[in-house]
Each structure stands twice: as structure tokens, then as C-alpha cells.
């Protein structure tokens, strides 16, 4: 079965600086992956979703950024953080077979202060 | 669009029943699926619907009924560890594995 990694598990930035949040996947290979972000009490928005290396789709205009260099590695990324890129963020992966179930990895929780 | 509603809360006795509602209204229809998530951690897998009736995972339970877009999941025998959020996707299309979560529901289980 896959796992799914994602490092840092916490992470406290300026605002201003840059970002980069590495996903990677052990397991499984020529998986779709995904980024979405948990705001505080809130349900999970889907960021951005890639189905293979170099092929990412944006779901919502925002102040970040992913590449997916290598099959099993999806980064998440920002030039400049906003206080409003807080959050938790969360790595899934969905293996193509025929359960259809996404995995998550354990999460990055970003404060921007 | 996507709309998926649930309620933000429940509270229910250890040893209970409770039951979480979950209606959708999405622009296609490939599957629903619903989550656990303890605070600070990432969702964990609960169960998958993609035909109506009730799919039974020991304690838990979930219904679909695509007429009406709406599914439940129900916690049996409920247990201190079963505090948690509860989360209800949609998947629209076949192709995409796209989900669309609802906001989820914080169940608190009392002794």
C-alpha cells in the first residue's frame, strides 16, 4: 500500500518570505496527487491536482504554486506568503485502481505571522 | 458548482447512536465518500458510496440515496475515541477523482 509523505509538520514563516512544502509518495507508482488547504474549522479546499509529471491543474486563483518533477513528488510553493496563506495543508494521493479512495498524508500546519 | 451541506455539530452519550447527514447537490455524481479527521491530524478513510443503500463497516455504517442527495453515517456503540470531525465528499466526474468536501461535522462524544 502507499504512504504518503509531507515535511514539515509545522511550519512558521514572515510574511513575505517564500514557501515550499514537499509531498512524496512511496508504494505506488503513476498516482494522482493533490494539495488542499484546512482553514481553521473549515472543510478542505482543493489547491491543485496533478494526474503526472509536469501536468498540474490550479483549482482556485491564489498566491501559490505546484510541480510535480518526478512521479512521485508534488511540491506546493510561494515567491511571497500572505497572512491569509495560513493554514493546514494536505497532501493526498489517489492510486488508480478501482477502490477510488484518496489517502492523505499526515499534513503541514503553516502559520504566517 | 458543488454544495455540500452538513451540520457543524453533535454531541452524543458513549455507548449511543449518532447518526450525520450529508446532502449534496453537485454537478455530477461518481461516488461519496465520508472521513474521519481527529484534531490536527489528516483524514483517515471511512467508507465509499456509489450505489444506493447501506454499506456496513462494523460500527460504522453509510447510506446513499442519489434520488435524493443525500447520505448518512451512522456511528454505533460510540466510544471516547470517536470524537472527531466527520467528512462527506462528492466525487463529480468519473474521470478526474476529483472530491468535493463538505465543511464537515465535529462529533463530541460525552462519558
Known amino acids: 500500500s502507499q504512504t504518503i509523505h509531507q515535511w514539515p509538520a509545522t511550519l512558521v514563516q514572515p510574511v513575505g518570505s517564500p514557501l515550499s512544502l514537499e509531498c512524496t509518495v512511496e508504494?505506488?507508482?503513476?498516482?494522482?496527487l493533490y494539495w488542499y488547504r484546512q482553514a481553521a474549522g473549515r472543510g478542505l479546499q482543493l489547491l491543485f491536482y496533478?494526474?503526472?509529471?509536469?501536468?498540474i491543474s490550479s483549482e482556485v486563483p491564489q498566491n501559490l504554486s505546484a510541480s510535480r518533477p518526478q512521479d512521485r513528488q508534488f511540491i506546493l510553493s510561494s515567491k511571497k506568503l500572505l497572512l491569509s496563506d495560513s493554514g493546514f495543508y494536505l497532501c493526498?494521493?489517489?492510486?488508480?485502481?478501482?477502490?477510488?479512495?484518496?489517502?492523505f498524508g499526515a499534513g503541514t500546519r503553516l502559520s504566517v505571522l | 458548482g458543488q454544495n455540500i451541506d452538513q451540520p457543524t455539530e453533535m454531541t452524543a452519550t458513549e455507548g449511543a447512536i449518532v447518526q450525520i447527514n450529508c446532502t449534496y447537490q453537485?454537478?455530477?455524481?461518481?461516488?461519496l465518500f465520508w472521513y474521519q479527521q481527529h484534531a490536527g491530524e489528516a483524514p483517515t478513510f471511512l467508507s465509499y458510496?456509489?450505489?444506493?443503500g447501506l454499506e456496513e463497516k462494523g460500527r460504522f455504517s453509510s447510506f446513499l440515496s442519489r434520488s435524493k442527495g443525500y447520505s448518512y453515517l451512522l456511528l454505533k456503540e460510540l466510544q471516547m475515541k470517536d470524537s472527531a470531525s466527520y467528512l462527506c465528499a462528492v466525487r463529480d466526474y468519473p474521470n478526474d477523482y476529483k472530491l468535493s468536501f463538505g465543511a464537515g461535522t465535529t462529533v463530541t462524544v460525552r462519558a
Open positions: 508504494g505506488t507508482s503513476n498516482p494522482n
Open positions: 496533478s494526474v503526472g509529471i509536469g501536468q
Open positions: 458510496n456509489v450505489l444506493d
Open positions: 453537485t454537478s455530477g455524481f461518481n461516488g
Open positions: 493526498a494521493c489517489h492510486v488508480r485502481d478501482n477502490t477510488n479512495i484518496q489517502y
